[in-house]
């Protein structure tokens, strides 16, 4: 992994394209100094774009990308997992049954997705995050993707909403984690 100025690694982290390889491609053409990018299943494409990181979804070909993973970055461990495959269960919301399975896998960063609502959150020091879709949001949710700075030892998420990103969208103009407005909420 290379180190961006000022020891900032920046994470562009998708979800649920569903066929919207198009999508992913702008992502990378705005972002295109970003460390890593994380896609948390439902490409459902035959030809995945390479220069992503994917974990199976539900609607994936089989066999083609892990269910789960994980993959470091410095200090930091992720957690990815798209999600389906977890018991949903009233008893124990899906964020504390996330944020144990990370625990358990010594990570400090869950990525996933499955229900195309965004979530940036934080159970037991763990980070929860779903990027939502960049195809169709659920349920009122918006369409966007989540950029994470790793500055220092803060953890800097933001969502970027994608009706606003689309339309300000030059293929020319390049983010820079420099350039980048900030998070919409407390870094740790």
Not at 71 to 91: A, D, F, L, N, T
Request: hydrophobic residues 30%.
């Amino acid at each position: 992994m290379r180190t961006m100025e000022g020891d900032k690694e920046q994470i562009i982290i998708a979800s649920d394209s569903h066929r919207r390889n198009d999508r992913l491609a702008m992502i990378r053409k705005a972002y295109p100094d970003a460390d890593l990018y994380l896609h948390a299943g439902d490409y459902t494409v035959k030809d995945p774009d390479q220069d992503w990181i994917y974990v199976q979804g539900n609607n994936d070909p089989a066999g083609e990308e892990p269910e789960s993973r994980v993959v470091p970055v410095g200090e930091h461990r992720i957690y990815m997992v798209h999600s389906h495959q977890c018991k949903r269960s009233r008893k124990c919301p899906l964020h504390l049954r996330l944020a144990e399975e990370a625990r358990e896998k010594g990570c400090d960063i869950v990525v996933y997705g499955h229900s195309h609502l965004p979530a940036i959150d934080e159970v037991d020091g763990v980070l929860i995050l779903n990027p939502g879709s960049v195809q169709r949001a659920g349920r009122g949710a918006r369409k966007g993707f989540i950029v994470l700075t790793l500055d220092g030892g803060k953890l800097l998420p933001q969502f970027v909403d994608w009706e606003a990103f689309e339309k300000n969208f030059k293929p020319e103009k390049t983010i820079k984690p420099e350039n980048d407005p900030g998070p919409t909420s407390e870094g740790r």
